[in-house]
């Protein structure tokens, strides 16, 4: 697939789009797998967000910086949640059995609660708890003050807490 993408692009940018595949491949399978849950389905995921990043390769001046980082962990996941719901429509997702102790039906309800939040906040909560940046490096990673950051937090825990309990989880 790294040839297809590879297609989309022109011949100097090739040597960029082939530098982001090796230096955040791996992060992004990480990414895609948690949230699908099943290697083939991430390893797809990846794929589409490969094709995804060579269209848009003009929006990273910088492949080794945090930012950068973000952006394609970022495209990874939301093709992963996108993935998710498709396969989900068609009845033949494999949803995870356990996660963390939760029972099967209770981790499917949170997948289902931060899948719903808008995209802003589960980009956040994912950024957080998912890879564990702290407040300050993802205000840095997506250009906005600590403040606004602490705040977008903040937001986002309140908003998920308000759909689990929607949801009976809480």
Sequence with gaps: ????ALTLVRAQDRTKLERLYYEYRSVMFCAANEILHNEHEAEDAIQQAFVKIAE???KIPDELSTKTKAFVVT???NTAIDRYRKLKRHGSCELCEQSCG???ESANELVNCILKLPAR?????LL?????????EIAHMLGMSSAAASKTAQRAKQRLEQLCKEAGLL
Excluded: D, P
Aim: proline share 0%.
């Design 1 to 4: 697939m790294l040839v297809y």
């Design 56 to 58: 848009n390769l003009g």
């Design 75 to 77: 495209i990874a996941e």
């Design 102 to 104: 939760i029972e099967a």
């Design 121 to 125: 906040y589960r980009q956040f909560i």
């Design 128 to 136: 957080k708890y998912y890879h564990g940046y702290s407040t300050r």
